[in-house]
């Protein structure tokens, strides 16, 4: 059990809420932005929310930038493309919420089973190609295709995160320094790495190349420990197949994977390919797309009334079966909430069907009287007796835990002190409790049992 500053956490963390959404796990960080995994309470939907600072955009003048990508990404509805769900914002930060890609990297299944089949990697590569070039239909060009933005859904279908967003003039990222902006520039095509001024499309169907690469191979087609030789290897298009590719894949990737951009396969080319032609289904993508501004203009618009609030709430500390086992000696848990326990150690139990709030409330009131300096912060408690005893100052502390949607177990431990003194604490304590202490015969008998 969690142990904070010397006394339990009354309390688990608190959890963040953000209009309807309770905000959860970081997925992953940005320069600008962290991606949280969130619920709509509304609903019980998972998505991902990402979450920008207002000022790090201001200070980067990325603010027409950041606005025309949202409403970019609002252009894009595609099954194999991470969808844009709704933009909020507070004062301080701008929140983007994104359907949730539930089985994370693709890059994570190579890493941890190694290359992909033909058959399987051709899925993937459809389904990657069916997405860019339906963006790139719309103008929407991504520019930063790598592993990390390539996700898949819990069907094991991908999903492409950040189209549009990631295509931010690179220049302006991160301090403006382009090794530094882009990490690895495994996946960008030669005409970025000479700064020459690219076309978009063209860039995008080369890190598709170096996808399907990858996702064959096991391994990247351009890699070096020097970046200087790494550059030149790009630049020259110097890579080798292994023995196990296909003659079709290795010409299609000959095609993709082309220097020179001008004679570069085009989507329509790779349409017309046979190796990516077999078994391929195109997307079914009907629905009608109502796109409007309002919304997007009403985020960065900080007048109030469009801002949602972040508050912070206070939840009582869950429990689950492991943690209540745990807590028992062997698998039988019918001692786990009669009074007494664990004397010896100081740790005393009950469960209560009242609510946390008033559970922290009835405590404070018995508290008190009995002569207790009760410190409750942040809806933790702390109750210190006034006086010296035979080993100390009396020092308490307890915890509340969900065990059950409406069945809360409050534990009390002693923290410093006797005891004997202690016990008889409880005791008395336990009479001022005595509406909301429901020992397990009371439960039995209230249930009929
Ligand atoms: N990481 C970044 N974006 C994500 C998303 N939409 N779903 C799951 N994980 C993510």
């Given at each position: 059990m969690s142990d904070i500053g010397g006394w339990h956490s009354y309390f688990s963390s608190p959890r963040t809420r953000v209009g309807k959404y309770e905000i959860g796990k970081l997925l992953?960080?940005?320069?600008?932005?962290?991606?949280?995994?969130?619920?709509?309470?509304?609903?019980?939907?998972?998505?991902?929310?990402?979450?920008?600072?207002?000022?790090?955009?201001?200070?980067?003048?990325?603010?027409?930038?950041?606005?025309?990508?949202?409403?970019?990404?609002?252009?894009?509805?595609?099954?194999?493309?991470?969808?844009?769900?709704?933009?909020?914002?507070?004062?301080?930060?701008?929140?983007?919420?994104m359907e949730y890609a539930t089985g994370g990297e693709l890059f994570d299944k190579i890493v941890h089973q190694g290359r992909l089949k033909e058959e399987q990697s051709r899925k993937y590569f459809q389904q990657l190609i069916d997405a860019v070039d339906y963006c790139h239909s719309r103008g929407?060009?991504?520019?930063?295709?790598?592993?990390?933005?390539?996700?898949?859904?819990?069907?094991?279908?991908?999903?492409?995160?950040?189209?549009?967003?990631?295509?931010?003039?690179?220049?302006?990222?991160?301090?403006?320094?382009?090794?530094?902006?882009?990490?690895?520039?495994?996946?960008?095509?030669?005409?970025?790495?000479?700064?020459?001024?690219?076309?978009?499309?063209?860039?995008?169907?080369?890190?598709?190349g170096v996808i399907l690469f990858v996702l064959m191979a096991g391994y990247l087609p351009f890699d070096d420990p020097n970046l200087l030789n790494l550059y030149r290897k790009i630049y020259r298009a110097e890579f080798s197949c292994p023995s196990w590719f296909s003659s079709g894949a290795r010409k299609l990737l000959f095609k993709l994977l082309d220097p020179n951009a001008k004679t570069r396969y085009t989507a329509a080319q790779i349409y017309k390919n046979d190796w990516f032609r077999k078994g391929y289904k195109p997307a079914q993508h009907t629905e009608k797309l109502n796109v409007t501004l309002e919304d997007i203009n009403a985020v960065f618009n900080d007048s109030s009334e469009f801002l949602v609030m972040e508050k912070k709430e206070?939840?009582?500390?869950?429990?689950?079966?492991?943690?209540?086992?745990?807590?028992?000696?062997?698998?039988?848990?019918?001692?786990?909430?009669?009074?007494?326990?664990?004397?010896?150690?100081?740790?005393?139990?009950?469960?209560?069907?009242?609510?946390?709030?008033?559970?922290?409330?009835t405590i404070e009131e018995a508290a008190r009287p009995l002569g207790f300096n009760v410190q409750i912060q942040n809806h933790k408690l702390k109750l210190q007796g006034d006086k010296q005893g035979r080993k100390g100052q009396l020092s308490v502390s307890t915890q509340v835990f969900e065990v059950a949607p409406s069945l809360f177990m409050v534990e009390l431990s002693k923290n410093n002190g006797d005891t004997i003194e202690y016990n008889h604490f409880c005791k008395n304590l336990s009479k001022g409790l005595k509406d909301i202490v429901w020992k397990a015969e009371e439960a039995d008998t209230a249930s009929g049992n």
């Open positions: 992953g960080e940005g320069t600008f932005a962290k991606v949280k995994l969130a619920k709509n309470k509304e609903t019980g939907e998972s998505v991902a929310i990402k979450v920008i600072d207002k000022e790090k955009i201001l200070k980067h003048k990325m603010l027409e930038q950041i606005k025309r990508e949202i409403s970019t990404m609002k252009l894009v509805k595609h099954p194999n493309i991470v969808q844009l769900l709704e933009v909020m914002a507070s004062k301080t930060k701008i929140y983007i919420v929407v060009y991504h520019r930063d295709l790598k592993p990390e933005n390539l996700l898949l859904d819990a069907a094991g279908n991908l999903k492409i995160s950040d189209f549009g967003l990631s295509a931010l003039p690179q220049q302006l990222r991160e301090d403006g320094l382009l090794h530094t902006t882009c990490g690895t520039p495994n996946y960008v095509a030669p005409e970025v790495i000479v700064d020459k001024g690219y076309h978009g499309a063209t860039v995008d169907l080369w890190s598709c206070m939840k009582p500390a869950s429990m689950n079966a492991f943690d209540l086992i745990s807590l028992s000696s062997g698998l039988d848990l019918s001692g786990l909430f009669e009074q007494p326990q664990d004397e010896e150690r100081g740790e005393t139990r009950f469960t209560s069907k009242k609510s946390a709030k008033e559970i922290v409330n």
